[in-house]
């Protein structure tokens, strides 16, 4: 597995990550959406740490500097 994700774009997903995590257990998004973000903000956690999308792969993306 290939990395594809540069730093900004990690740092970026874990900010939103964490800005869900904040809105949920503030109760600001509550019920089924709320947990539709908290799994949403489980994956951008997930793929900013891994520092690979799966989404990326059939269009081709990266946002990897060029080496």
């Known amino acids: 597995m290939k990395k594809n994700m540069g ?4 740092i970026v997903r874990a900010v939103i990550a964490v800005a869900i995590v ?4 503030n109760n600001v ?3 089924t959406l709320g ?3 908290l799994v949403l903000a489980a994956v951008f956690l997930l ?6 999308c ?3 792969l059939p269009f081709g993306l ?3 500097k060029r080496e």
């Open 22 to 25: 904040l809105l949920y257990f």
């Open 29 to 31: 998004v509550t019920g």
């Open 35 to 37: 947990i539709v973000l």
């Open 62 to 64: 990266s946002t990897c």
């Open 47 to 52: 793929t900013a740490f891994v520092g690979f």
């Open 7 to 10: 730093s900004t774009d990690r």
């Open 54 to 56: 799966p989404l990326y």
